[in-house]
């Protein structure tokens, strides 16, 4: 006999029984919705049985584990289908990822929508075929040959990196097609249920664009019809809120091959990223901030000193100046250092804020690209704080209440991450604890909650990442604290104590959109165009009905400009209707149509966006209330 400890509850079973077979003992409809297990923490596959003590959970596609195996598996039932209707297609590899999965294939050519079509109706044959999932093993060498004879370059390429280990290989297989895999994986084929392919593309294979170009098909999967159908409904909501498509429509901002990842902000977009920016200049005010700005291109010894060079130099951009090397910095910490060194420091001083909004620059792959979410050139809406150890803990709590002020404002929640120390690492491991120790205390001393992404903090320290949802319940990493014991001290950084000795002071970096480019990005999707008043680029569009309301439409745009309200006058020759629609699809927030009955009552008809009809007020009446919104940043 075995004991099992499920939920706290200790039973008993007949060694060797399965985890299905507890879960069936359990209840059947656990059984039926269940995906996979965890054996003292580790995740296998739901046969897998129980010869010993241990501590069973019984997950299901409500669980992230579960939801992987489930995609995981239905990546396979792609792979089989792709292989059965293009049996001269090469297997690269079809992982679970974030709503969904892909898998990468070699074909002559590329995958069509009519492919899809025939792709998803296999799926379903094989679905239906309901065939039993069944794990194995070979010896790297074996499993080299099976391949090789087989001409699946790309798993020969998988296994020998395998080989040295020593270690037997993993299959899958699942009637007539195998594969290479650790799983773990659900009992059959027939236990998805729902599933769509969402897009072909090329991808390099490895992500490496010296490799050759792949095609990938993406595709999701969920346990019930109506859940996939939901999702799908997001997706295509998503690509109506797509920042690039509104950038062009609404004139805000785009991208050109001339200059990859490198934004162009046309008028409206400039608006826009200007009344961003000068929301932060208030909110770092009342901060007490203090605001910089350091040099673009910097000497290599700097970025030596820093570390820089060594850990992050295939990302910077570089440059050579009378002989001498040079970067384009990636990040605006070294120029803060620099000011702080300027001359001696006091405790008395500390915190000393500074903050800046940078220009950097990074060497983005081509590939990671992507609109205004992953660029190589940006505004980097930094501060660093120079401090000392006894001050962290409150710093770090007014820094989240910021953050809490900047998210809330524009209805943003958010979820923490803190990321521990990596591999590639400066400082030892005691600075690293005491450092990690510190962020979490102080973040949890203000009733918050996080979760531990272990390996992924910065080279030089520790970081609070906070996570924004949006609108759509996608989540976005903006804003960031980062706790460095390192930096300061590469540079000799001093303040003198209140024991009359000096110190080195410790540094934290801090973003609050994280950059303003990404960040305006993820606002655009988030409002889906459709800005607040206080940020739309044009506030009111007066539309005069006939030639002859066109002086008093321009009179009353003066009227707005001068009480701080951005409006236009649209004076062509079209009919009202058409310019109402189109100002309607340009998102503006306020449309004033004017014609004899307004003049002659002195009054304007204001319609607002989202609302189909008109209201009559006087001009006063509609500045202050256009003001009263504007200045109370109100979002609706």
């Known amino acids: 006999m075995v004991k099992v400890t499920i939920r706290d509850d200790v039973r008993e079973f007949e060694n060797g029984i399965s985890a299905y077979e507890i879960a069936k003992s359990i209840s059947d409809g656990l059984a ?38 489930y995609r995981h598996t239905a990546s396979h039932i792609l792979a089989q289908a792709v292989k059965r209707l293009f049996p001269e297609a090469k297997l690269a590899i079809g992982p679970a990822i974030e709503n969904g999965f892909y898998y990468d294939f070699d074909v002559e050519k590329p995958f069509t929508p009519d492919d ?136 805000l901002y785009v991208l050109r091959d001339e200059a990859p990842g490198m934004p162009f902000f046309l008028p409206n977009g400039m608006i826009l990223r200007n009344t961003l920016i000068d929301y932060w200049h208030q909110v770092h005010k009342k901060w007490d901030y203090l605001e910089i700005s350091t040099p673009q291109i910097m000497k290599r010894s700097l970025w030596e000193t820093s570390g820089h060079w060594e850990h992050y130099h295939d990302d910077m951009f570089t440059t050579v100046i009378e002989d001498e090397d040079f970067a384009i910095k990636p990040m605006n910490c070294p120029g803060s250092i620099l000011v702080y060194d300027l001359e001696p420091h006091s405790y008395k001083e500390l915190p000393l804020r500074y903050g800046e909004l940078g220009r950097v620059h990074r060497n983005e792959l081509s590939g990671a690209l992507h609109g205004l979410f992953r660029v190589r050139c940006f505004t980097q809406d930094d501060a660093h704080i120079l401090l000392a150890p006894e001050q962290i803990t409150d710093e770090v709590v007014r820094i989240a209440q910021l953050f809490d002020e900047v998210y809330g404002l524009f ?59 949006d609108s759509l319940g996608r989540t976005w990493q903006c804003g960031t604290i ?88 649209d004076t062509r020759s079209e009919k009202t209707g058409y310019k109402i629609r189109e100002a309607v699809m340009k998102k503006i927030p306020y449309i004033i149509v004017l014609g004899d009955k307004d003049i ?37």
């Open 116 to 251: 899809l079509e025939k792709i998803e109706a296999e799926m379903k044959k094989i679905i239906k075929e309901n065939l039993p999932l069944e794990r194995f093993e070979m010896t790297p060498a074996e499993a080299i040959k099976y391949y090789e004879d087989l001409g699946e370059i790309y798993k020969v390429e998988l296994v020998r990196e395998h080989a040295d280990k020593g270690e037997n290989i993993s299959f899958y297989k699942q009637g007539e097609f195998t594969e290479l895999c650790a799983g773990p994986h659900l009992g059959s084929t027939g236990k998805v249920k729902a599933f769509k392919l969402t897009s072909a593309t090329g991808a390099y294979w490895r992500g490496n664009e010296k490799n050759k170009m792949l095609q990938r098909i993406y595709a999701t999967a969920f346990t019930k019809k109506e859940d996939l159908e939901a999702y799908l409904e997001a997706i295509e909501e998503a690509k109506k809120r797509d920042h690039r498509k509104l950038g062009r429509e609404l004139g």
């Open 600 to 636: 002659e009552n002195g009054t304007v008809s204001v319609r607002r966006r989202g609302e189909e009809q008109s209201a009559a007020m006087t001009l006063d009446e509609f500045i202050a209330m256009a003001k009263a919104d504007i200045d109370s940043k109100k979002i609706w």
């Open 32 to 69: 039926r919705v269940a995906c996979v297990c965890k054996i003292d923490g580790e995740v296998k596959d739901l046969r897998t049985a129980i010869d010993k003590d241990c501590a069973l959970e019984i997950l299901t596609f409500d669980d992230d584990d579960g939801k992987r195996t």
């Open 411 to 469: 209805g943003l929640p958010y979820e923490i991450e803190l990321s521990t120390m990596p591999e590639d690492h400066i400082g030892s491991e005691e600075d690293w604890e005491i450092a990690t120790n510190a962020l979490a205390n102080a973040i949890t001393s203000v009733g918050k909650t996080y979760i531990v992404n272990e390996g992924d903090g910065a080279f030089y320290g520790p970081k609070l990442d906070f996570h924004i949802k």
């Open 482 to 569: 980062q706790l460095d014991y390192q930096l300061p001290g590469r540079f000799n950084l001093e303040y003198t104590g209140s024991d009359g000795e000096k110190h080195t002071p410790v540094m934290i970096h801090r973003v609050v959109f994280g950059s303003v480019e990404r960040f305006l990005g993820v606002i655009t999707e988030h409002f889906a165009g459709a800005f607040p008043l206080w940020l739309s680029p044009e506030q009111v569009r007066i539309l005069p009905i006939a030639d002859r309301h066109h002086d008093a439409a321009a009179e009353i745009n003066s009227k707005l400009d001068a009480a701080g309200i951005r409006g236009t006058v």
